[in-house]
């Protein structure tokens, strides 16, 4: 980790270059890596010696860009993925093999919540997903003798619940496994959850960081904190011999850089999810601003929130920030300075003043996506969850009248004159 404060890690971690080398990191467009001799090559695929083969292992652009985000988070070591989604995956099957079990917070993605209730059921590792606001005794009970790890998102997508990452971590630790946080809404900005207790922090890449809407990709990034060896019985993968390596020991070889040097020769070798070199060049580009635009997003979210607050056509209003909401203690703890720019609202008459209010906008675009530079609203009762009937909407935890509004970091007036002409409408 460099002392840098986290601003110059934003725009300085990662790439140093040499004398006379390109100041901005190339995109190493290659799939391959040329060697002198046979041996030299032998040495890398023994995991001997590192150094570069062939990109679905590692790549000089993405191994600068993880470098750079493990900086930010303050972890020993971090890979890039093909997208959030392969980054969540890789996290949990890294540690956990059929006949295994996870506990989840079930305010998650939808995406997490499909793959870890059902993808990886059919692979033999069976999640229990609990309430975020689950008392230390609750969590406990979730429990069992082949838990192997507890997951949850800072703020949740979209129920923008915030996790109370120290609970979460002292009941993971009590039971010998580690707490996997997926850091995407808040990023390392406003907040790092290793200096929480987490042990494993993952991102989908495709938001705030990259911030433009250009490329899909996730990240993994290790604290290092995490005691493999004390737990080694759940964790044989780490602790016993790998035969595809000659019977290596990756906490004996890789002590702190264990988990991920795991994941980066197996996972990535066997499942081969990597992010293509231009997008991670492209994600470094959004990396470079994320510490100007977060803020901004955060301000103008909370002034989203004021405004449509003070509606009366508004019914109600999520924003972790805005003092009165339901998580804003442990926003104020976790996140002081500021949350994310996304907020959820619903517009009074339900479902249909919330398509006809969507609909009148005019600059706040309709699209499947959060988190980047521009404003955006989804109406998850009429795209990501149109094929569910009210009760099993509410069963979801999605209010048919709930409107996701990714705030942009445009002029706040011009924000606001389109919520309004759009309202006036309905
Ligand atoms: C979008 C998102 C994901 C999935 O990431 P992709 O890059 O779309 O695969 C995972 N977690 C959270 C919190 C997200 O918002």
New binding site residues.
Partial sequence: MSDYRIETKCIQSGYTPKNGEPRVIPIYQSTTFKYENSDAMGKLFDLEDSGYFYTRLQNPTNDAVAAKICDMEGGVAAMLTS??????FYAIMNIAESGDHIICSSA??G??YNLYAHTIRKMGIEATFVDPDASEDELNAAFKDNTKAVVG?TI??PGLNVLDIEKFAKVAHAHGVPLIV?N??ATPINCRPFEWGADIV?H????YMDGHATA???CIVDSGNFDWEAHAEKFPGLTTPDETYHGLVYTERFGKGAYITKATSQMMRDLGSIQSPQNAFLLNIGLETLHLRMPRHCENALNAAKFLKSHEKVAWVNCPALEGDKYYDLAQKYMPNGTCGVITFGVKGGRDACVKMMDALKMISIVTH??DSRSCVLHPASHTHRQMNEQELLEAGVQPDLIRFSVGTENIEDIIDDLKQALEIV
Avoid at 204 to 207: E, G, M
Wanted: glycine share 16%; net charge negative.
């Fill in positions: 997208s959030g989604q392969a980054a969540n998650v993605y995406g997490t998102e949740a997508n997926d995407t809404f993952t989908s890449t495709t938001k899909v990709g996730g959060v988190a």
